[in-house]
């Protein structure tokens, strides 16, 4: 199978030969040899676009790539993802400009003078995406990070064009004012008002195009680019160990794109909480595990039907909410930590008790995830591991998942009692059959 270092220098390699038009701008310590945990930024002239999109697809299907996710946004942009079982990247193509809301605020023109050649790939030289950087963080975030701020006032005061390169862009009042915030030493101070000043200023004439990005954005929801994969086992499974291994080699697909949540979408409070029987979570925080899942006593039929019913809530308006919304626009991976299916292997835990029909009922409203993988093996092995029920308990719930996994369609069964790499091997494979189909006859 071709290593990412092949497949870069290869697929850069050709774009020289070819004698495209492109750079990368942004970090490329790493490149060819690997993205350094980021993705690729790529400028190219939409005259060149065609051929170069062509040579990538070729590549992808002659090294047994997978075109994960792909969508295409009018500005235009076009956004690729690729995976392989051992490594991912992410490759953003843009047709001219950086863009806010369809409106370009750099032109590359004015960067082509610093665009040099690192290890065989054209890239734009970093003290000047640092310049560019900045204009990107005051446009989108209203705060810059201190390595943009020093880069782009570094570059300024070196090169005597950038003035007048940002009144053409930004107009002579927000030209002006950077001036005199870099005289004065107060650029960090007038950040929001800069802000204000360039989207303002970029916003004119954008009408047009914000139709046709928003009709580009309704063409993927006949292809979505993200996705949603739940992790379901005992106690001693192996949901952590798996998780933990996926996540960072998805993110090189799906760069700061993998969201993790803990068995339901989280839209609304724990009814603890909501009870005032628990303390909430502080932001960013993650939930307290619990130690003694079985400690409590499972409600009666009337309480118990109350908890499902609070929670129902969560896995479907909650999910339309918070998760449907980002897997129908953009390339992002809900991993889920148990989900509803929990209830049919392990009700204790919620404290309900409820028949089967009613968690079969509720099953029908419930989103489906793209891939359920079902963790499980030998009883004795994963009680060991985490004795926190029992092992007749360890024992009933993978004989419930081992037949859940046998009746659903989009499972797969993982024996997580064999070598660690073993597994998580079995599960990068099935995640990649999973990504395979959507796109796999996708003309870039």
Known sequence: MI??????????????????????????????????????????????????LSILRTMIDANDIQLASYYYSSNPNWFVRLITSTWGVQIDFFGGAHVWKTACYYRPDFLRSSVI??????????????????????????????????????????????????????GKETADAIATHIADGT????????????????????????SRLFFSKCARLFRRPGYVIAVLGTDG?????????????????FHHGVVYNH???NAI????????KKEAPKKGEEPKVNENPHGLNPSGFAGSLVRWGYYMIDYTFGYMKTVLPQVLTKSKVFIF???????????????TSL????????????????????????????????????????ERQTIVLRSFCKKRKRTVWIDTTLKPEKSIQIAKEAIVKMLTPRFKNVKL
């Not at 850069?12 to 038009?21: I, R, W």
């Not at 490329?28 to 350094?36: H, I, K, N, R, V």
């Not at 930590?337 to 404290?351: E, K, P």
């Not at 995830?369 to 591991?385: Q, S």
């Open 187 to 210: 650029l960090a101070d007038g950040i929001p008002q800069l802000q204000r000043m360039m989207q303002q200023a970029i916003s004119h004439g954008t009408v047009g195009k914000r």
């Open 3 to 52: 290593t990412k270092e092949e497949f870069l220098t290869h697929f850069f390699g050709t774009l020289n030969k070819e004698n495209l038009d492109y750079f990368v701008f942004g970090e490329y310590a790493c490149l060819p040899q690997d993205t350094g945990g980021s993705d690729i930024d790529i400028f190219v002239s939409v005259h060149d676009t065609p051929a170069i």
């Open 117 to 170: 050649m690192y290890h065989g790939i054209k890239v734009l030289d970093i003290r000047v995406g640092y310049y560019l950087d900045f204009f990107k963080e005051v446009i989108h975030l209203g705060m810059v990070k201190e390595k943009y701020m020093n880069g782009f006032i570094t570059e300024y005061q070196r090169n005597s064009q950038r003035k007048a390169e940002i009144e053409i862009m930004f």
């Open 269 to 276: 409070p724990d009814l603890g909480v909501v009870l005032g």
């Open 263 to 265: 068995l339901r979408p």
């Open 337 to 351: 930590d148990r989900y509803y299916y929990d209830y049919y292997i392990d009700q204790r835990r919620s404290r």
């Open 237 to 253: 499974s192996g949901k952590s160990t798996i998780i933990n291994a996926i996540t960072p080699w998805l993110d090189e697909c």
């Open 355 to 394: 028949p089967h029909w009613i968690l079969r009922f509720g099953e029908c409203f419930v989103p489906k995830p793209d891939l359920t993988l079902c963790l499980g093996g030998d009883p004795k092995k994963i009680y060991e591991r985490k004795p926190e029920t029992s092992l007749q308990e360890v």
